[in-house]
DNA sequence: AAATCCCTTGCAGATTTCTGTAAGGGATTG
DNA sequence: CAATCCCTTACAGAAATCTGCAAGGGATTT
């Protein structure tokens, strides 16, 4: 998981618990918020310059002025003047915002990783986002249709087969028969166990319960 | 997948590209279709007669009338007509009908396997319709509001604790673990065991896969 | 031709799931 | 009080999951 996250959150969202539910539920080392997008870059800038840098930058997008000055007046200038420093920088935007068309605009000129809608299911989204991210992935809040990000994920036909089976309840067994009677080929249980376990990588999955839930709740399966 | 397939398409409906999509993103042997009720019925009579029957019949509702006299003037007539002759026949019906109280209809005394309204997405929805079906699952347009299959099976705020965590990838240990710190009873794996094995015979699943995807389907978990 | 890589498969073991049996405690009922 | 029911728990055994390691084959590269 990550080691080193930084939270550039508007102080009038009120979502105050994000920090202490994150700290738990992940088993992130360094969790920093700042309230202001100044601010964060400068956290950013320091950290960049001790050589232990950021991994993953959480910020919103509308930063409400009070009687503070300052440069960066929003979350994409944040996220535009952190990529200029540090272009590896993962980022993940967590926002009321609900327009497709204005967060695909974030994916494909801020090149985000991940778009978390701040909502009632918000914080459990952005944990599964955070994880997601992680392993390489990009994730969008599902009441989001982004037509664009619908094929990130790709499972192809017989990963399609196996998972549709495993969550209509057959063992690996059942299933490798079910392949060999088919004539369908690769059907060992040993394939599909490799199959399977690749896929709890990919999908930041733990086992296989997890697996279905994730996929059955992103409409996959 | 199903290997023969008979899509009943009203030729004002507009919709032509249905038959590559399906041919393309499934891979179904054969395809065909008809745009008068009439022919329908008479291919899969002749499929019958010839012991190579259909396994699914996709029909719309309703079918324009033009110059060509028919006996059947209707998707209905359609798929009582069809039943008659092959009772394990499937039918997805794909129709603009947006009404959930005539689809419920449908459902009840049609006993079709799936309604996907066409729309903008409704040629996914279609496809996702296909596999569910040749899933034994039935299948309905998100859109339509269809609160009909409400299998009311109660689940206690306990039950629902072990289910999420289950489906968060926890084992039953684990969970047992975690209430145990939390100082919730009843808390042993055995209990824990016991209760979702009674969750198995409640809602007809094979196992805690089946369970989790069933119950993430329906909304619950 | 040899080396390399990727995919499939078998197998082993540790862990987890699932089912059944049995025992004990608390609440209700006769 | 005794009988009964229900819930919790422990335990045990069979089945299934999950993770390694190793072997073999086919395709590609060197």
Redesign the pocket.
């Known amino acids: 998981m990550f080691k080193k996250v930084l939270l550039a959150e508007d102080f009038q969202g009120g979502n105050h618990g994000i920090v202490e539910v994150l700290r738990e539920k992940l088993h992130i080392e360094e969790l920093q918020e700042e309230l202001y997008c100044d601010k964060a870059l400068t956290r950013l800038k320091v950290a960049l310059k001790n050589h232990v840098p950021y991994e993953l930058l959480i910020t919103d997008l509308l930063f409400v002025a009070d009687h503070i000055d300052r440069k960066l007046t929003s979350g994409i200038e944040l996220i535009k003047a952190s990529r200029a420093l540090q272009p590896t920088l993962k980022v993940i935007v967590n926002s009321m915002e609900d327009n497709p068309v204005k967060i695909n605009t974030l994916f494909k000129e801020q090149k985000i990783n991940a778009y978390v809608c701040k909502s009632r299911h918000g914080l459990t989204e952005l944990v599964n986002a955070i994880q997601e991210v992680y392993h390489n992935r990009t994730f969008v809040s599902p009441q989001i249709n982004l037509n664009v990000a619908d094929n990130v994920f790709e499972l192809d036909g017989?990963d399609m087969m196996i998972l549709k089976d495993?969550a209509d309840g057959?063992?690996?067994?059942?299933i490798s028969e079910k392949l060999k009677q088919q004539k369908i080929?690769?059907?060992?249980?040993?394939?599909i166990?490799?199959?399977?376990?690749r896929l709890?990588d990919e999908f930041g999955a733990?086992?296989?319960?997890h697996?279905i839930a994730k996929l059955v709740r992103g409409g996959k399966i």
Chains 1, 2 share one sequence.
């Open positions: 017989f495993l057959l063992t690996k067994k059942e080929t690769p059907n060992s249980e040993s394939t166990d490799k199959k399977v376990s709890f733990k086992n296989t319960h697996l």
